[in-house]
């Protein structure tokens, strides 16, 4: 990987409503998207993952899609919860098998 | 916890001090990496091993860091002469070769240079 960008840096929603967190990437190698979750003081923790060959990737309350083409992927958050609070990353990792990280967006769930 | 162990979680040193850091990973993984994190970014890649072998490292990594991997097992991360500008949150993550590669992150050393 070579280069991430995420936005928003700051998501404040309230609790129940969506939350959507982007990024690009440019190298095109990129094959595989991890998604993690930070909690304060704790380490990064995956929570769901898509590989370059779907578009779309769905667990309970959390999606992630990807658009090849465009070379960007999304998080999607529905139903939030004052727990989802968190930092969360995005990463791409291509053919040198290392996993490259946005600078993270802080995810603040008002109850 | 047979996740990935770092040691120790908390390190506090003068400025020109060495400091050396150790990583168990999880003990099927062949890859192991360190990261970087400061307050407010992502984790920063600093170096990575497939077994005992480093294939790479950030071209941003001074050399006053140094990392090993001898019996392609654990690791170690050395910063010699240290500065303030090294205080830092330093992770450590392996994942196997083939099959599921998701990276598992260890709690991390806190490393604050005064």
């Known amino acids: 990987g070579e280069n991430v960008e995420q936005h928003p840096s700051t998501l404040s929603v309230q609790e129940g409503d969506s939350a959507v967190i982007k990024c690009t990437y440019s190298?095109?190698?990129?094959?595989?998207f991890p998604w993690y979750k930070q909690e304060l003081g704790k380490r990064p923790q995956l929570i769901i993952d898509i590989r370059s060959n779907v578009g779309e990737k769905k667990d309970q309350r959390i999606a992630v899609t990807l658009n090849k083409t465009a070379k960007h992927f999304s998080l999607h958050i529905t139903e939030t919860q004052p727990e989802d609070s968190a930092v969360y990353f995005c990463?791409?990792?291509?053919?040198?098998?290392?996993?490259?990280f946005g600078r993270g967006t802080s995810l603040i769930v008002h109850p | 916890d047979t996740g990935v162990s770092q040691d120790p979680r908390h390190k506090i040193t003068k400025r020109g001090q060495n400091v050396t850091f150790r990583c168990d990973p999880i003990?099927?993984?062949?890859?192991l990496y360190w990261y970087r994190q400061t307050l407010g970014q992502g984790p920063e890649f600093l170096t990575y091993?497939?077994?005992?072998?480093?294939?790479?490292k950030s071209r941003l990594l001074s050399d006053r860091f140094s990392a090993e991997r001898p019996k392609g097992s654990f690791s170690t991360l050395e910063i010699q002469r240290t500065e303030q500008g090294d205080s830092a949150m330093y992770l450590c993550?392996?994942?196997?070769?083939?099959?599921?590669?998701?990276?598992?992150f260890g709690q991390g050393t806190r490393l604050t240079v005064v």
């Open positions: 190298d095109s190698a990129s094959n595989y």
């Open positions: 091993f497939q077994n005992e072998a480093q294939l790479e």
């Open positions: 990463a791409e990792t291509g053919g040198s098998y290392i996993p490259t």
């Open positions: 993550a392996s994942s196997r070769l083939s099959g599921n590669t998701e990276a598992f």
């Open positions: 003990s099927e993984h062949n890859r």
